[in-house]
């Protein structure tokens, strides 16, 4: 098994045997990339006082269920080719909170 390295003089990346000391050169710089894949519905965490964030762009989106005026947006993208990139709406009547998704 080869083992992360760094040739401190050359500055270079290198993979060493401990048995033997055999060393290769590391093509990439990279020694480990943990790669978890998640669907958007996943990623997407609703947290209660969303719609109180100042940070997040408002809109004037009708919500369906109190006819609100106003709501808080964001968007999601997928890595997936079949999943396109959707907008979340949440409506900032603090009595409805209504979500729905573009």
């Not at 003089?9 to 048995?19: A, D, F, G, T």
């Not at 480990?32 to 006082?49: A, C, F, G, P, Q």
């Not at 009708?62 to 005026?69: A, D, E, F, L």
């Amino acid at each position: 098994m080869l083992y992360p390295r760094e040739d401190r003089i050359k500055r270079k990346l290198l993979y060493l045997c401990r048995i033997c000391g055999h060393t290769e050169n590391a093509s990439d710089l990279r020694i480990y990339r943990n790669e978890v894949l998640h669907s958007s519905e996943e990623k997407t965490v609703w947290i209660s006082d969303l719609a109180m964030d100042p940070t997040l762009p408002r809109t004037s989106a009708t919500c369906s269920k109190c006819k609100g005026k106003e709501a808080v947006y964001f968007q999601t993208t997928s890595n997936k080719p079949d999943e396109s990139m959707s907008l979340y709406f949440v409506c900032c009547n603090p009595q409805c909170a209504h979500r729905w998704k573009e």
